[in-house]
């Protein structure tokens, strides 16, 4: 697989998992959130064990293996319970802004891993991104601190678990890109967050109490399922054979489409102030993709000359 094609195939992830947070809410809001979290994931690991299957574990290195089914299970955890734990439409499209922190934290865990050099760009964009997230909660009143963790409070475990996701995923993709030696074992994480989830839901719940399935539901499942399984796999394929820099740059415009499409899906408005978090968190993030590719373009040319 040449590299352009392995990119365009990380690209359709990108596209995909816009689709997800509407997706999830709706099944979430009718039945609720630990069985929608694991019927989801249960039906994409058939998916990807159709399309996939298990790859021989015995040639993937153990230590990779291992902490990138971690990374990968903690996350999902973390990014699916922190939309479906949402009270309100608007409030997961909150939290999807949240995790779509995760190209900014790419960058810097690329630095932290020696991938790329330091930029105080970098710390500037960070700081834009986070400061999106501010105007976010702010809402329509005037800026005050004690407004701001009063949104928060109200829902606490979305708001946290999104920002763990964002920050456990971006660690996964720098890990996956320079430990997985071009091994693409998703179907068998898959495996992995499947089982995971059945203890904890058996755990928890008694299976003679599950809820009615009406068709509009089951349909929206089975296509959240398909968007989940297929949009992991092609993420997967395009950072390990892909250009991962172009794939992490149109990332940065991951939350403008995600909250179009989940408005369209949930049916809700949103206050011009969301958008200006929105696009500032988008920028925030563009700022530190061209921070870092500048030092590495000015570094090629010092090199030349």
């Not at 349909?219 to 394929?237: D, F, M, P, R």
Request: with cysteine; aromatic share 14%; charged share 10%.
């Amino acid at each position: 697989m040449s590299k352009n094609l392995a990119t365009l195939i990380g690209l359709s992830a990108i596209l995909q998992w816009s689709s997800i947070v509407g997706l999830l809410k709706k099944i979430s809001f009718s039945l609720g959130a630990d069985l929608a979290v694991t019927l989801m994931y249960t039906l994409s690991t058939c998916i990807l064990l159709i399309f996939f299957k298990i790859p021989n574990l015995k040639l993937i290195s153990r230590q990779y293996l291992v902490f990138a089914t971690l990374l990968f299970v903690i996350y999902e955890v973390c990014f699916s319970y922190a939309i479906a734990l949402a009270q309100t439409a608007q409030q997961a499209i909150e939290v999807s802004v949240v995790n779509y922190l995760w190209p900014s934290l790419t960058v810097v865990m690329l630095i932290l891993f020696k991938e790329i050099k330091f930029n105080l760009f970098v710390i500037v964009g960070v700081a834009i991104s986070l400061g999106g997230i501010v105007v976010i909660q702010m809402g329509q009143g005037s800026f005050s601190w004690e407004n701001i963790m009063q949104n928060i409070y109200l829902n606490p475990i979305s708001y946290i678990l999104a920002f763990i996701g964002a920050s456990l995923w971006s660690l996964y993709c720098v890990i996956t890109k320079k430990y997985s030696d071009g091994h693409n074992p998703i179907s068998f994480f898959f495996v992995a967050i499947s089982v995971v989830l059945w203890i904890k839901y058996l755990w928890s719940h008694d299976l003679a109490n599950l809820p009615s399935f009406d068709l509009i539901t089951t349909s929206y499942l089975l296509i959240v399922s398909l968007v989940v399984a297929l949009g992991y796999a092609a993420w997967n394929i395009g950072i390990i054979k892909g250009n991962i820099t172009i794939l992490v740059t149109l990332s940065y415009f991951s939350p403008v489409i995600s909250t179009v499409m989940s408005m369209l899906i949930l049916q809700t408005s949103l206050p011009t102030e969301f958008w200006y978090g929105v696009f500032l968190v988008t920028i925030g993030s563009f700022v530190c993709w061209i921070s870092t590719n500048w030092i590495q373009l000015k570094d090629k040319i010092l090199r030349r000359a």
